[in-house]
């Protein structure tokens, strides 16, 4: 069942509505847990388009095994996907630092509100995010330390390589899944991927990783496989390699895969002068979970992180 | 005058990247420090940056600069974006005004605030002339973040209409402002009449009230009018006017001018058929402190602030 979750008129003729699609079971008791994956809060992610689809396929196929109520958001920010904007459209606004929103608010941190209001009391929520059109990511969880101890349980069935705690950042107190957390509701946010593009596998690997938490949840009691046994890294683990040449970078690795000290990242080179600028190098051995993926880079840029093998 | 190098970056095809500061007095007592415009809209910014070069330099060839005191203005932080008409960052759309106090180690944009906070720091008084998230016309103001080290009798001093206190949300730890006052420094942000465009009346007040400001404190000698004994406001008694219909935006009223409970403040006309949708009456007796500026406007957009109760 589509449902309006927001809605604002447009200057002319054009509605900007935030809609959701709400699956019940076949049968409901009044019990049913609420389970919601949102997503598309970047307009330029697109990662999580694909696992919309495919979780709404096969939870219609397999209806008979749902067992709790699924909702799925997969446009927080539809002007945004829609113009290829990582913003909010008009105002510019990132929708992932205004939350939880305010009724009284600019129209942008009233959709905010309307959705945090949406969402609240749900058991359960996943943010999907998908980094940026720079960086191509691993499918991971993400966990702000101050709330990492309630949601690490959860996190270890989404069928991800890792789990990153990272440290608290005041900054990222406005964001959706903090908001929600500190209203009560675990939400877990999902990296995965590069903007503006699909990674099938990476989406299917999600998807399987969210049936795994259902049935955990007692919200799916149909097959689903053995989720992955993630790495846990506090950040320490991680080593990361910046650019510190502008220039075109040409990677010499394999994103996903694993690496030794001292080894060939990629070069940074000079297309007008036909010289190499840098060559980078691995800090540690390790797993490449961050690669670049848009070759453009300035002086800074992030080239890789690499997540040290003594944690495995 | 002193011309210094602030932040250099190289670049593949673009001319480097550099930030100059101007110098006005000995290299004694950091007294007071000036930033213009950090957004690629901020030419308003930018040209009262260029203004108080040129003022200060006449001070300072006619001794007025008293005693060691030292004052650095940089005019522009990210002209870069000014050049090809970019709101933020060009390269990667991220706003500098929300990276401070930045990594000398981390990604470009961030290597950047932080090359510049190592120099803006330190000062006793930080000024900058900023913009708002909120497109539009406001009345020349005085803006500090309730930190715990803000001082509004200090703001006062700036001799322009209205102080206003604004509480920081998570998002506003990352400014300028607020970095500079957790560094000891008191910050100033000045906002007046215009952003994209050049406002030459209001520019030149802005430029007067950082004279008058400094004369004050004791750091220049300059003879001007005493300027106005400020109203301090808090941002959130500030009474929002919503529209209640989209469509082409007809304003009636303007920043400073004073309206009664009742007045009409805007018309909201349907863009197919030109009839008119809603009138928007002023919900308060008070004084327009916000205007929105474009000729179109969402449906519960904020298109006024209304200083409540307060008469011209």
């Given at each position: 069942m589509i449902k309006t979750v927001a809605s604002i008129e447009l200057p002319v003729n054009e509605t900007l509505e935030i809609r959701k699609n709400v699956i019940q079971p076949e049968h409901l008791t009044g019990e049913e847990k609420r389970f919601c994956i949102v997503t598309g809060t970047h307009g330029d992610e697109l990662e999580g388009q694909y696992v919309c689809y495919e979780l709404n396929r096969r939870i219609q196929e397999q209806r008979r095994h749902l067992k709790g109520i699924v909702e799925i958001y997969p446009a927080l920010n539809p002007l945004g996907i829609d113009t290829i904007t990582r913003a909010f459209p008009v105002v510019d606004v990132d929708m992932n630092r205004i939350f939880p929103g305010t009724e009284d608010g600019s129209v942008a941190e009233l959709l905010a509100g309307k959705i945090t209001e949406d969402l609240a009391g749900a058991d359960l929520c996943i943010d999907i995010h998908a980094s940026n059109i720079y960086i191509r990511e691993i499918p991971q969880v993400r966990l702000?330390?101050?709330?990492?101890?309630?949601?690490?349980?959860?996190?270890?069935?989404l069928n991800t390589e890792f789990v990153w705690v990272h440290p608290a950042a005041t900054v990222l107190e406005s964001t959706l899944a903090h908001t929600m957390n500190m209203l009560g509701v675990p939400t877990l946010v999902v990296e995965m991927g590069v903007g503006m593009r699909i990674t099938e596998k990476f989406c299917f690997q999600l998807v399987d990783g969210i049936f795994c938490l259902m049935k955990k949840l007692g919200i799916?009691?149909?097959?689903?496989?053995?989720?992955?046994?993630?790495i846990i890294s506090l950040g320490g683990e991680v080593g990361l390699v910046n650019a510190e040449k502008p220039g075109l970078f040409v990677s010499h690795v394999k994103h996903r895969h694993d690496i030794r000290k001292g080894e060939v990242i990629g070069e940074i080179v000079n297309p007008l002068k036909g010289t190499v600028e840098e060559t980078l190098y691995a800090p540690c051995d390790g797993l490449i979970f961050t690669l670049r993926a848009y070759p453009m880079v300035e002086t800074g840029a992030l080239i890789a992180r690499i997540l040290e093998r003594r944690q495995s | 005058m002193r011309r210094e190098l602030i932040f250099s970056m190289k670049n593949t095809y673009r001319d480097d990247f550099r930030v100059y500061g101007y110098h006005f007095g000995r290299s004694g007592s950091k007294a007071a420090c000036i930033v213009g415009n950090m957004r690629g809209n901020e030419v308003q910014q930018l040209y009262i940056g260029s203004l108080l070069v040129k003022m200060l330099r006449e001070i300072e060839m006619h001794g007025g600069i008293v005693g060691d005191n030292e004052i650095l203005v940089i005019p522009s932080v990210n002209y870069p974006a000014v050049n090809v008409g970019k709101h933020f960052w060009p390269t990667d759309n991220t706003d500098l005004n929300r990276l401070f106090p930045g990594n000398p180690t981390g990604e470009t944009t961030s290597r950047l605030t932080a090359g510049i906070f190592e120099k803006v720091k330190g000062y006793g008084y930080g000024i900058q002339f900023g913009s708002l998230s909120m497109a539009g016309d406001y009345v020349p103001h005085v803006r500090m973040m309730e930190t715990g080290y803000h001082n509004p009798g200090l703001a006062n001093l700036f001799g322009l209409p209205y102080v206003v206190i604004r509480k920081p949300t998570p998002y506003d730890t990352a400014t300028l402002n607020y970095n500079w006052q957790m560094n000891g420094t008191n910050?100033?942000?000045?906002?007046?009449?215009?952003?994209?465009?050049?406002?030459?009346?209001?520019?030149?007040?802005?430029?007067?009230s950082v004279l008058r400001f400094l004369t004050r404190m004791g750091i220049i000698r300059y003879h001007s009018h005493n300027g106005y004994i400020a109203s301090v406001i808090r941002e959130e008694d500030l009474t929002s006017v919503k529209t209640d219909q989209a469509g082409f935006f007809r304003r009636a009223v303007n920043p400073g001018e004073e309206v009664a409970r009742g007045d009409l403040m805007a018309t909201i006309i349907e863009p197919g058929t030109g009839e008119i949708l809603s009138q928007i009456m002023?919900?308060?007796?008070?004084?327009v402190f916000f205007a929105h500026s474009q000729p179109l406007v969402m449906e519960r957009a904020i298109i006024f602030k209304v200083i409540r109760r307060l008469h011209s």
């Open positions: 702000n330390e101050s709330t990492s101890n309630n949601l690490l349980e959860y996190a270890k069935y799916w009691d149909g097959d689903v496989l053995t989720p992955k046994e993630p | 910050a100033f942000s000045i906002h007046t009449a215009a952003t994209d465009q050049i406002d030459e009346e209001s520019a030149r007040q802005a430029a007067s002023a919900p308060t007796d008070g004084i």
